[in-house]
């Protein structure tokens, strides 16, 4: 069931003749020969420069929309969703990196369904192309539990370009746990992952990192996946199948028997030559913190709606409400409400607090004081 395919594999025999077959035994054949040796230099020549000109790509949302993503190809929208709904948004709630990323959400209901940016390869990922690629990546609280059957975060492929399309990259199965997996339409259908399973935790953001050296041989490619810059495993198994990969997608890429809605953010996607890393600087910077209701001196009536809300430079994690220094609720979002009785508590001053916390544990407070 994991991405099932009608397609059949085929293998068409490449047509050949007697009267075509090469016989270099006269001067025109020697000549012919020269000329098929300096042209598969030139080739080789032009696909070696190519290989040497690719640099690093990196979208980061800085530019608040998807053009970093859209290089060379205007037409292929950054933003895709099946049923509807729009799919990738440009986000401020959370970042990994700057202030900005991307929302990749899905709506309830049933069916395929995708919320994916795509990349359109400057030159095509074939035998012997060494390549990273990777992307920061926040699952929120709540996420695994509400995934229903597999999940394809970030993948390449070829689909659209080639009727033999295979694929490969990073998808999480109904065991809520992530591979590196390998997928060929018609002919490799044994879901054996090339590198894991391994773990990616809800409410925090991860830097997750692949390299792929593509090969059709086993131990002939390599395959490492990196998550928060650590290797958590490797291999050299075949990791694709001859046909060139010509697209990488990030986001909700794919997705069975899906009812329920789903939503992620992804920052800092990139294809590179070389491994890019987590970033290092620690977050240091604490959650703002507003209560927008009730009013700092404000009196209060019986019943006291508390609505706090909270922005950080990577996410919000957790937010409480005190009342009088005692804990009334929490919240794993950036926003919290509580209704408040004040029919029982004293007149005078009382102090309302609400706390915001982000995923490495810095504290930003706000307070009110309101009377009765
Ligand atoms: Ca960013
Ligand atoms: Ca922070």
């Given at each position: 069931?994991f991405m099932?395919?009608?397609?059949?594999g085929?293998v068409?025999?490449?047509?050949s003749?007697k009267n075509t077959?090469?016989r270099p035994?006269?001067?025109?054949?020697?000549?012919?020969?020269?000329?098929?040796?300096?042209?598969?230099?030139?080739?080789?020549?032009?696909?070696?420069?190519r290989?040497?000109?690719?640099?690093?790509?990196?979208?980061?949302?800085?530019?608040?929309?998807f053009?970093?993503i859209?290089?060379?190809?205007?037409?292929?929208q950054?933003?895709?969703?099946?049923?509807?709904?729009?799919a990738v948004?440009?986000?401020?709630d959370k970042?990994y990196?700057?202030s900005k990323?991307?929302?990749?959400?899905?709506?309830?209901?049933?069916?395929?369904?995708?919320a994916r940016t795509?990349?359109?390869?400057?030159?095509?990922?074939?035998?012997?192309?060494?390549?990273w690629?990777?992307?920061?990546?926040?699952?929120?609280?709540?996420?695994k539990n509400?995934?229903?059957?597999?999940?394809?975060?970030?993948?390449?492929?070829?689909?659209?370009?080639?009727s033999?399309?295979?694929?490969?990259?990073?998808s999480?199965?109904n065991?809520?746990?992530?591979r590196?997996?390998?997928?060929?339409?018609?002919?490799d259908s044994?879901?054996?992952?090339?590198v894991g399973?391994?773990?990616?935790?809800?409410?925090?953001?991860?830097w997750?990192?692949v390299r792929?050296?593509?090969?059709?041989?086993?131990?002939?490619?390599i395959n490492?996946v990196y998550?928060?810059?650590v290797l958590?495993?490797?291999?050299?198994?075949?990791?694709?199948?001859?046909?060139?990969?010509?697209?990488?997608?990030?986001?909700?890429?794919a997705?069975?028997?899906?009812?329920?809605?789903?939503?992620?953010?992804l920052?800092r996607?990139s294809?590179?030559?070389?491994?890019?890393?987590?970033?290092?600087?620690?977050?240091?910077?604490a959650?703002?913190?507003?209560i927008?209701?009730?009013?700092?001196?404000?009196?209060?009536?019986?019943?006291?709606?508390?609505?706090?809300?909270?922005t950080?430079?990577i996410g919000?994690t957790?937010?409480?409400?005190?009342?009088?220094n005692?804990?009334k609720?929490?919240?794993s979002s950036?926003?919290?409400?509580?209704?408040?009785?004040?029919?029982?508590?004293?007149?005078g001053?009382h102090?309302?607090t609400?706390?915001?916390?982000?995923?490495?544990g810095n504290?930003?407070?706000?307070?009110?004081?309101?009377y009765?």
């Open positions: 069931m099932k395919t009608s397609k059949k085929s068409k025999k490449s047509a003749s077959k090469f035994n006269n001067l025109f054949d020697k000549q012919r020969a020269i000329l098929f040796v300096a042209a598969f230099a030139v080739v080789g020549v032009l696909v070696l420069l290989s040497q000109a690719a640099t690093l790509r990196l979208a980061d949302f800085e530019t608040g929309d053009s970093q859209q290089s060379g190809n205007p037409t292929l950054a933003v895709n969703i099946n049923p509807s709904a729009s948004v440009i986000a401020n970042a990196d700057g990323s991307a929302r990749a959400s899905i709506p309830e209901g049933v069916g395929n369904k995708y795509i990349w359109e390869l400057t030159s095509p990922w074939s035998e012997g192309t060494d390549i690629y990777g992307q920061a990546i926040y699952l929120p609280v709540g996420f509400a995934m229903q059957s597999y999940f394809v975060p970030m993948r390449w492929d070829n689909y659209g370009s080639s033999n399309d295979s694929r490969g990259g990073i999480m199965w065991d809520k746990r992530f590196l997996f390998r997928l060929h339409a018609g002919i044994t879901e054996t992952p090339l399973p391994f773990d990616i935790s809800e409410g925090v953001w991860h997750l990192e792929q050296k593509f090969s059709q041989s086993d131990g002939a490619a490492e998550l928060d810059d958590i495993g490797s291999s050299t198994a075949r990791n694709y199948f001859g046909v060139p990969i010509t697209r990488l997608r990030n986001g909700i890429v997705m069975g028997d899906q009812t329920n809605a789903l939503d992620l953010w920052d996607l294809i590179g030559t070389t491994k890019l890393g987590q970033l290092s600087a620690p977050d240091t910077t959650p703002k913190v507003t927008s209701s009730p009013i700092n001196g404000s009196s209060v009536g019986r019943n006291t709606n508390i609505v706090s809300t909270a950080d430079n919000v957790k937010m409480e409400v005190y009342i009088d005692n804990l609720s929490t919240s950036g926003s919290i409400s509580y209704a408040w009785n004040t029919r029982k508590i004293s007149r001053a102090t309302i609400t706390k915001a916390y982000d995923a490495v504290i930003g407070t706000s307070t009110v004081t309101v009765k």
